[in-house]
């Protein structure tokens, strides 16, 4: 097994730091009434419906590490990719289906770059299903909001894509860069720990979308779709200002 981390989440609006043990038994305690998922592990396959939790990883490591042969784009599950004998990292999540949440990786001693500097969102085992190599960071640039979504059938999981906006979010703004016309990027060594003092963890913004093991559609997506880049952010007041606001003060 990869390393466990100490993670951030969030369920149900609530603010959790969790550590993740070789068991799921702390994740466990975490569900809430109206939970009918009782699979915890992410290689493991799982029919939900609205309100169910849903545990779904995602994997820290070079972009060839996660291709079979350099041609086929294998889940983290599949043990021909051999991550765990990589240098490779992953992160345990269990958000509540259909509800907005946003994910927090702490980045003040976790650095994506010190393990190939590409992210993959994967759950499933026979019903596989993996997002393509998210570029996070090398030591020039570091790119610290992403927007995850997850696709259902009949409450099987189909599909896990990144949705890009285009750099939309930051356009106009010199503090950051657009990378391939599609991601804002922050320049390494402006982070803390890396020689700055800006806060560079990871946020994720995570809906869903298809329908449920009952046929209900899932609706969490079309807000979002409807959301600035960041302003998850202002949502929780646990969490720190947005990124762009801590640029616009820093500078």
Same mark, same amino acid.
């Given at each position: 097994? /990869?390393?466990?981390?100490?993670?951030? &989440?969030?369920?149900? %609006?609530?603010?959790?730091?969790?550590?993740?043990?070789?068991?799921?038994?702390?994740?466990? $305690?975490?569900?809430?009434?109206?939970?009918?998922?009782?699979?915890?592990?992410? *290689?493991?396959?799982?029919?939900?419906?609205?309100?169910?939790?849903?545990?779904?990883?995602?994997?820290?490591?070079?972009?060839?590490?996660?291709?079979?042969?350099?041609?086929?784009?294998?889940?983290?599950?599949?043990?021909?990719?051999? /991550? $765990?004998? !990589?240098?490779? #990292?992953?992160? /345990?999540?269990?958000?509540?289906?259909?509800?907005?949440?946003?994910?927090?990786?702490?980045?003040? =001693?976790?650095?994506?770059?010190?393990?190939?500097?590409? !992210?993959?969102?994967?759950?499933?085992?026979? +019903?596989?299903?993996?997002?393509?190599? =998210?570029?996070? =960071?090398?030591?020039?640039?570091?790119?610290?909001? &992403?927007?995850?979504?997850?696709?259902?059938?009949?409450?099987?999981? #189909?599909?896990?894509?990144?949705?890009?906006?285009?750099?939309?979010?930051?356009?106009?703004?010199?503090?950051?860069?657009?990378?391939?016309? #599609?991601?804002? =990027?922050?320049?390494?060594?402006?982070?803390?720990?890396?020689?700055?003092?800006?806060? *560079?963890?990871?946020?994720?913004?995570?809906?869903?979308?298809?329908?449920?093991?009952?046929?209900?559609?899932?609706?969490?997506? +079309?807000?979002?779709?409807?959301?600035? #880049?960041?302003?998850?952010?202002?949502?929780?007041?646990?969490?720190?200002? %947005?990124?762009?606001?801590?640029?616009?003060? &820093?500078?």
């Amino acid at each position: 097994m /990869l390393n466990p981390k100490t993670l951030t &989440f969030l369920v149900s %609006s609530v603010f959790i730091v969790v550590t993740i043990a070789a068991s799921f038994q702390t994740i466990v $305690a975490l569900d809430e009434g109206g939970n009918t998922n009782h699979v915890y592990s992410p *290689c493991s396959d799982t029919r939900i419906q609205r309100s169910d939790g849903f545990t779904f990883g995602i994997a820290f490591s070079s972009r060839p590490s996660f291709f079979l042969n350099q041609t086929v784009l294998l889940s983290p599950c599949d043990r021909r990719l051999g /991550l $765990a004998a !990589m240098n490779s #990292q992953f992160s /345990l999540f269990r958000p509540k289906i259909d509800e907005i949440s946003l994910l927090s990786i702490n980045t003040s =001693a976790f650095f994506p770059d010190n393990y190939g500097g590409y !992210m993959v969102a994967f759950a499933g085992r026979k +019903y596989a299903a993996r997002s393509s190599p =998210a570029f996070i =960071a090398n030591s020039t640039f570091i790119v610290t909001s &992403f927007t995850l979504v997850m696709e259902f059938q009949k409450g099987r999981l #189909q599909n896990i894509y990144w949705k890009r906006d285009g750099c939309a979010s930051c356009k106009g703004n010199s503090n950051f860069v657009c990378l391939n016309k #599609q991601d804002c =990027a922050i320049r390494t060594p402006s982070c803390k720990g890396r020689g700055g003092s800006v806060d *560079c963890s990871l946020g994720i913004q995570l809906a869903f979308s298809g329908t449920d093991k009952h046929l209900a559609v899932l609706n969490s997506w +079309y807000e979002v779709e409807n959301l600035k #880049q960041y302003s998850l952010y202002g949502l929780y007041s646990n969490l720190k200002s %947005s990124l762009t606001n801590q640029f616009n003060n &820093f500078f």
